[in-house]
């Protein structure tokens, strides 16, 4: 009985976790949404609007999950910024540096995202595996499309 608490307690703190990432992700985004320059800025400037759109309702969909699991996610933005493994926009990047590290960000998401697909495959928890999985192609199709756009 014990195992299966400690599994769904990582379970839940894996999805918190995920919770301050998406959050600290909107808030880049709407960053660099607003601050991209350079030839590239009409291009930019829509997706950024896109990707921040989607990281919401990712956030919105995580958190809710937690509270059916009756775990309570985080909500604040101190929070968030001690919790998440990405880390907030820095002030003066490149439209370059901005599609670069939001390429990072999503690939060090996706890595977190198959640890919590894996603990929720262990506690038997198909529907929180499910919501993962589908948030992880997302992001990876993301990453492989940033990429492209950097000639990578």
Known sequence: MAKTALKENTLTETLDKQVANFSILYMKLHN????VKGENFFTLHLKFEELYVEAALHLDVIAERMLSLRAIPTATLQEHLELASIKEASKGASAAEMVKQLASDFTLICSELTEGIALAEESKDQPTA???IKIRASLEKHSWMLESFLGR
């Open 32 to 35: 660099y949404h607003w601050y």
């Open 130 to 132: 499910d919501m993962l």
